[in-house]
């Protein structure tokens, strides 16, 4: 019983080093080009190619709902009664804010992809831009997602500069030429386990081995077990998956309410 929960807390401790709160993964913004840069894993996502400079909105789309939405990342824009918005919604004949290009901020979802929600629009509106990074999309696209909660707009931004390092001030790069596009993870397995869990891992994975062979060794020669009866503590390892889920819980529960208590945006 106590090799159990020794076995238990070590699995447990074992994902802890293993696994990274998801906060670690988020897209840090540029404080010197808020809503339009945010840097992720020393490679930025880099919008400042796909907005006007002369105070027009880059983008329109006609929403499901019958209304135009329009938008411009980096700079405010003015159509009509929305002055110096990054979106704005017309409804028939009236023009009203949907968010401020001052309100910004960058959230980045479980699986590493981006979006920008913007606030401070007419009557408490707001929007949500999901950046989709698409390799081979070099003339970026803006479709309209719907009305997702009360006075809330999202969107989808199609882009090769949705992608981390594949475009800067002028544009794409190059790196968004080759390859396929994508909207999620960027992250390779080994970015998002982290060196330190790959260590604990690979000398788990040999102590548990080491295990293995000289404990069937030992029943073997010195208690001439045979069959199944080889198996050192065998009642251990048939209970481990109960162990393995135990030690999951237990590390991915706080740290979970950890990550989503730091805030973000999280839902659409």
């Known amino acids: 019983m106590k090799m159990s929960r020794l076995i238990g807390a070590l699995l447990c401790l074992l994902f802890l080093f293993a696994s990274?709160?998801?906060s670690a993964d988020q897209c840090e913004e540029d404080p010197n080009n808020k809503g339009c840069v945010c840097v992720f894993d020393?490679?930025?996502?880099?919008?400042?190619?796909?907005?006007?400079?002369?105070?027009?909105?880059?983008f329109s789309v006609v929403g499901s709902d019958k209304a135009t939405y329009y938008y411009n990342p980096c700079k405010g824009f003015t159509e009509k009664d929305c002055k110096d918005v990054a979106g704005c919604?017309?409804?028939?004949?009236?023009?009203?804010?949907?968010?401020?290009?001052?309100k910004a901020s960058f959230n980045t979802a479980d699986n590493g992809a981006v979006s920008i929600a913007y606030i401070g629009g007419n009557g408490g509106r707001n929007m949500v831009v999901n950046?989709?990074?698409?390799?081979?999309?070099?003339?970026p696209e803006f479709g309209f997602v719907g009305e997702t909660s009360k006075n809330q707009y999202t969107f989808n931004l199609t882009s090769v500069c949705a992608c981390p390092g594949d475009c800067t001030e002028n544009g794409p790069s190059g790196?968004?030429?080759?390859?396929?596009?994508?909207?999620?993870?960027?992250h390779s397995k080994a970015s998002r386990i982290g060196i330190p869990g790959l260590v604990v891992l690979s000398l788990f994975l040999i102590a548990v081995t080491a295990y293995c062979v000289i404990g069937m060794i030992v029943m073997r020669v010195k208690y001439d077990k045979t069959g199944g009866d080889v198996i050192p503590n065998k009642r251990l390892w048939f209970a481990?998956?109960?162990l393995v889920k135990d030690g999951v819980v237990l590390t991915f529960t706080?740290?979970?309410?950890?990550?989503?208590?730091?805030?973000?945006y999280s839902k659409m």
């Open 20 to 22: 990274r709160c998801d």
């Open 42 to 58: 020393k490679k930025s996502v880099d919008l400042r190619s796909l907005g006007h400079k002369d105070g027009t909105a880059a």
């Open 89 to 102: 919604q017309k409804d028939g004949r009236s023009y009203r804010s949907i968010g401020t290009p001052d």
């Open 131 to 139: 950046l989709v990074c698409k390799k081979s999309q070099n003339k």
């Open 175 to 186: 790196g968004g030429h080759s390859g396929k596009g994508g909207s999620g993870s960027h």
């Open 240 to 242: 481990l998956p109960s």
């Open 254 to 264: 706080p740290c979970r309410a950890a990550c989503n208590k730091g805030g973000g």
